[in-house]
Every structure is written in C-alpha cells, then in structure tokens.
C-alpha cells in the first residue's frame, strides 16, 4: 500500500539505524520521549528499539488518552450509564478502563446499556434512531480525536437532537509536556512529537520546547522508518548543536495545523481551569469541557454525577511509567498482577499503553535487573 | 478497519490512528469513503473541495488531511 509498504522496508531501517550510530556521541546517554501511545506501539510492534544503540533509550510519554484517565472520571461515567433510560457510547478501549468500583463493561453486564461506538458520528446516530433514549458519548482523546466530537455536537444543535449528549474528557497535549519538562526527575534530551494530533494544531504548539526548555522536538509518522528517521534527526540536531522543532511528517502535517478543526474545537470547548491525569496529578488548562453556547449537550449537566476524586490503587505505579520515571517491568505488578485480561492500571488497558504494548510484544523480562 | 474492539489490537483514538480511505460520494459535508472493503460515512467539513476519488486521512469519522 502507497505510504505504507515504503515505511516498513528492513532494508531501509538498517540504513538508517547506521546513521544513527553515526551521530550518537560515545559514552552519552540519550534518553528521547516518544509523546504519542501510537508511536509506543509501533515501537514494540516493529521492534524500533533493537535498531537503536545501547546508548539511546526511549522513553515512552503520556500521549494514550485511555492511560490518563482518573478512576473518578469512569466512576462518574459509570453513574450516567447506570442512570434509566441512557444509552452510554464510547470508545471500545475505555470499556475496560477499571473505576473505583468495576468497569463499563462491569456495569454493561450489570444491566446499563453500555455500547461501544467508532465514532461520535456513530453515537449521534443511535440518538437519531432512538428518540426515547438519552443517548451519551463518552468523548476521550486529544487534539486528533476532539473536532471529530465537535463536529457531532455542532451537527446535534444545528439537527435539534436533544436526547444527545456529551460527557467530554478531552485533553490537549501541550499542557503535560509543560508539565514533564518542568518534572525534577526527568531528564530528557528531545521529544518524537505527535503525528496526528499534529494534523490539528500544527507544529507551532511545539516551539515553546525548543525555546524554553532547549530541547528538539520533531514530529513524526506511525511506520516504523518515521519513527527511526524522527530518532536520526532529533540525534543529528543534538550533534550540530541545533535545537528546533522539525517536521519529518510532512507528507500528512502541515505546520499550521487545521484551520477549521481549531475553529470548530473554538466554538464547542472551552478550557477546564484544571483537569486531574492519572499519575501527574491537576494540570492547569489541560483539558476541554463544553463551551457555554453548547451547555445544553453536556452530559455533566443534564445528570448528576458524583465528581468524586478517587486515589489510585497502591500497588500500581502508572504515574511513574507515564513520567517515564520507570519501565513498565519496574512496577511491582507488571505481568503478575497486572496483566491486559485483569488490568490494574490503565496502562495495560489499551494496546497503546506502555505496559500494554511491553507486555503483548514480550519485553517483560528481557532487562529487568533482579537485586 | 474494524471498529474499536475492547479485545482488539489497536484503538483509534489512544493509537492516535488515521486511516487512509478514497472518497466514493460527496453529500455536502458527509461523504462515503472506503477503505479495505469498508464503507464510512465520514465528516468533511474541515477540508476544501472533497471530491470522489480524493484520499483523505479519516480519523474517527473525521477527515483531517487530504492526501
């Protein structure tokens, strides 16, 4: 397939990873953050890693939607779902995404009708077709995924589907980054930026990095030559002692973004003073609630929920992992505890997650230190 | 391209995913697009003069980019 097939060539990985041994430095360690779950996936999948030097880690960021979402926040969807009437949409992976007391799947076998949907395009239907319910989406993700869900609402009012609404969790991707680069225990050398939340908002976004913290960013595609050549040009910047934000996306990501999605996101958000994300606590701006020209679509205020702060399970240390502070196989419950069938923390719900993309590709072993 | 399986490889939105699809019919700011076989109807809104046969990238129903 055209932009695919490309990507994917061994031959081509080879060459690349030998100019990256051409432009690592001897005897420095290179710690480089892929933001985005889908590149840690890709990572694992094609195994990128083993390409690389010794000296150059990856270290894996909080850019999977599903792995910071709070307990409380699935309590509260858990609430709406159970409310009679209501028909509660979202997407398959937060299905599994355990709350302080169960699952949405837990509550779908409980009786709540529980659906999973690809789209809220999808949900905004299932409304049209069933006037009598109260139909909610459960809207997750950053910047990619958010003007798919203000285009529904947008088409809800200007349609008059009034069962419709939205319980909006959405996040945007500067505000943590902000967050890690200002994190005492991190030590970072550059960021593989998103590639399709950069379709959205563009590259400018980005430039606060190189410019505040002296760190390159360059945002890069899914296949596995993207995220190899992302390494060699953020490498190749450390080298020649650049530091700026590149593009080696170019053929999907225009610097500017997309005018119109901004817009459209403009009309129907606005900014939540704070959100809370699992494992790096209340972050200022970081997430989007309905704007007020939207408020009678928001779920949050057409049914009550119990907005209840819920602490994480001890025993799970997904906070240092989406720090990128320890490994996945670090945590004391990674691959025994913990495992994608029984998930303790969100990380080894989705596939996207770090602990889920160590486990289903086996890294779980392969480097862990035993004291 | 399947939906979002709870037990499925991939999601789209925590995978950040797009998928490449071709425009089959435009209806105003829906259009058909297909992609492996499949069928969507997709969002056009953000992007200018979508014609059947163009390549768009397709995130959550949404196109983002025309290729």
Same mark, same amino acid.
């Given at each position: 397939?055209?932009?695919?097939?490309?990507? %994917?060539?061994?031959?081509? !990985?080879?060459?690349?990873?030998?100019?990256?041994? !051409?432009?690592?430095?001897?005897?420095?360690?290179?710690?480089?953050?892929?933001?985005?779950?889908?590149?840690?996936?890709?990572?694992?999948?094609?195994?990128?890693?083993?390409?690389?030097?010794?000296?150059?880690?990856?270290?894996?960021?909080?850019?999977? /939607?599903?792995? &910071?979402?709070?307990?409380?926040?699935?309590?509260? !969807?858990?609430?709406?779902?159970?409310?009679?009437?209501?028909?509660?949409?979202?997407?398959?992976?937060?299905?599994?995404?355990?709350?302080?007391?169960?699952?949405?799947?837990?509550?779908?076998?409980?009786?709540?009708?529980? %659906?999973? &949907?690809?789209?809220?395009?999808?949900?905004?239907?299932?409304?049209?077709?069933?006037?009598?319910?109260?139909?909610?989406?459960?809207?997750?993700?950053?910047?990619?995924?958010?003007?798919?869900?203000?285009?529904?609402?947008? %088409?809800?009012?200007?349609?008059?589907?009034?069962?419709?609404?939205?319980?909006?969790?959405?996040?945007?991707?500067?505000?943590?980054?902000?967050?890690?680069?200002?994190?005492?225990?991190?030590?970072?050398?550059?960021?593989?930026?998103?590639?399709?939340?950069?379709?959205?908002?563009?590259?400018?976004?980005?430039?606060?990095?190189?410019?505040?913290?002296?760190?390159?960013?360059?945002?890069?595609?899914?296949? /596995?030559?993207?995220?190899?050549?992302?390494?060699?040009?953020?490498?190749?910047?450390?080298?020649?002692?650049?530091?700026?934000?590149?593009?080696?996306?170019?053929?999907?990501? /225009?610097?500017?973004?997309?005018?119109?999605?901004?817009?459209?996101?403009?009309?129907?958000?606005?900014?939540?003073?704070?959100?809370?994300?699992?494992?790096?606590?209340?972050?200022?701006?970081?997430?989007?609630?309905?704007?007020?020209?939207?408020?009678?679509?928001? +779920?949050?205020?057409?049914?009550?929920?119990?907005?209840?702060?819920?602490?994480?399970?001890?025993?799970?240390?997904?906070?240092?992992?989406?720090? !990128?502070?320890?490994?996945?196989?670090?945590?004391?419950?990674?691959?025994? +505890?913990?495992?994608?069938?029984?998930?303790?923390?969100?990380?080894?719900?989705?596939?996207?997650?770090?602990?889920?993309?160590?486990?289903?590709?086996?890294?779980?072993?392969?480097?862990?230190?035993?004291? | 391209?399947?939906?979002?399986?709870?037990?499925?490889?991939?999601?789209?939105?925590?995978?950040?995913?797009?998928?490449?699809?071709?425009?089959?019919?435009?209806?105003?700011?829906?259009?058909?697009?297909?992609?492996?076989?499949?069928?969507?109807?997709?969002?056009?809104?953000?992007?200018?003069?979508?014609?059947?046969?163009?390549?768009?990238?397709?995130?959550?129903?949404?196109?983002?980019?025309?290729?």
């Amino acid at each position: 397939m055209k932009f695919v097939d490309e990507f %994917r060539d061994g031959t081509l !990985g080879q060459k690349v990873a030998a100019q990256i041994l !051409g432009v690592v430095e001897p005897g420095r360690h290179y710690k480089v953050m892929e933001v985005c779950g889908g590149h840690t996936h890709s990572i694992y999948r094609y195994g990128v890693d083993d390409l690389l030097p010794e000296n150059v880690e990856l270290v894996h960021g909080p850019g999977c /939607p599903v792995c &910071v979402i709070p307990m409380g926040r699935v309590d509260d !969807g858990i609430a709406i779902a159970r409310e009679p009437g209501v028909i509660f949409t979202c997407f398959g992976d937060m299905l599994r995404v355990p709350g302080s007391n169960g699952t949405l799947l837990d509550a779908k076998a409980q009786g709540a009708d529980v %659906r999973m &949907v690809y789209s809220p395009l999808d949900a905004l239907r299932i409304a049209k077709a069933e006037p009598d319910r109260q139909v909610v989406f459960f809207a997750i993700g950053f910047e990619t995924t958010a003007p798919s869900t203000a285009l529904t609402l947008m %088409r809800a009012r200007a349609e008059g589907v009034e069962n419709f609404s939205c319980m909006c969790n959405h996040v945007t991707i500067v505000p943590p980054l902000r967050a890690l680069l200002e994190s005492p225990d991190l030590r970072l050398d550059g960021f593989i930026g998103p590639g399709h939340v950069s379709t959205v908002v563009g590259a400018r976004p980005f430039e606060f990095i190189p410019a505040d913290y002296g760190r390159p960013v360059v945002i890069a595609g899914f296949e /596995p030559l993207d995220i190899l050549h992302a390494i060699h040009m953020i490498l190749a910047q450390l080298a020649e002692g650049r530091c700026e934000v590149e593009n080696q996306y170019t053929r999907v990501v /225009p610097y500017d973004g997309n005018t119109r999605a901004l817009a459209a996101m403009a009309e129907v958000f606005a900014l939540r003073p704070h959100f809370e994300w699992r494992g790096l606590g209340f972050i200022s701006q970081s997430a989007l609630r309905l704007s007020d020209a939207y408020a009678a679509l928001d +779920a949050e205020r057409r049914f009550s929920v119990p907005g209840v702060r819920v602490a994480d399970p001890k025993a799970c240390q997904c906070g240092e992992v989406l720090k !990128g502070v320890i490994k996945p196989w670090e945590c004391k419950v990674f691959g025994t +505890a913990c495992t994608p069938e029984h998930a303790i923390g969100t990380c080894m719900v989705s596939p996207e997650g770090a602990c889920a993309a160590y486990y289903n590709y086996g890294r779980f072993a392969r480097d862990r230190v035993v004291a | 391209m399947s939906a979002c399986d709870p037990y499925d490889a991939h999601c789209i939105t925590c995978g950040d995913v797009a998928v490449e699809m071709r425009v089959v019919e435009v209806n105003e700011s829906l259009a058909v697009c297909e992609a492996e076989g499949e069928e969507r109807e997709v969002e056009v809104a953000l992007l200018d003069d979508v014609q059947a046969g163009d390549r768009l990238l397709v995130h959550a129903d949404v196109g983002l980019v025309k290729l």
